[in-house]
Each structure stands twice: as structure tokens, then as C-alpha cells.
């Protein structure tokens, strides 16, 4: 989450306000997740694309998208 919030600070901080910024919200643990960052092997949950969906929010980016989390 943090590295999340991170890199959006950084979008709004250092780019130019009329690019735009897409937040997805499909993350897939792939390769190596499973055996070496088992905390990340998973989906997102609701609570967590919920605070991501709220930072972006509060940022107040001029041009962008936010995906919808939906579960299968």
C-alpha cells in the first residue's frame, strides 16, 4: 500500500498535471511471488483497493481513470 501511495506522490510531485494517470485494480501474483513474498500472494481485498480508490481521490489528479475491483 504505501509503495502504492509512493509512487502516486511522486506522479502528482514530479509530472505535468495534464498527463493522465490510470489506476488498475487486477493485480496477479506471478513467478516467484509465491515462494519468496508470500504476504503478497494474493488478491487485493476490498479494504486495501477501497484506501488506494481514497488516496487517488485526495490527490485530485486533473486527467485519470480508477479501475472497479471486481471479485470473480
Known amino acids: ?8 506522490r511522486w506522479l502528482k510531485e ?7 494517470v490510470s489506476v488498475m485494480a487486477q493485480y496477479f501474483p506471478t513467478y516467484l511471488v509465491k515462494e ?8 487485493l481485498t476490498k479494504e486495501e ?7 487517488v481521490e485526495k490527490m485530485n489528479f486533473k ?9 470473480a
Request: glycine share 2%.
Open 36 to 43: 519468496k513474498y508470500p504476504e503478497i500472494n494474493r488478491k
Open 14 to 20: 514530479n509530472l505535468n498535471e495534464d498527463n493522465y
Open 63 to 71: 486527467n485519470g481513470y480508477i479501475q472497479e475491483l471486481r471479485r
Open 1 to 8: 500500500m504505501e509503495n502504492s501511495k509512493r509512487v502516486l
Open 49 to 55: 483497493w477501497k484506501e488506494i480508490e481514497d488516496f
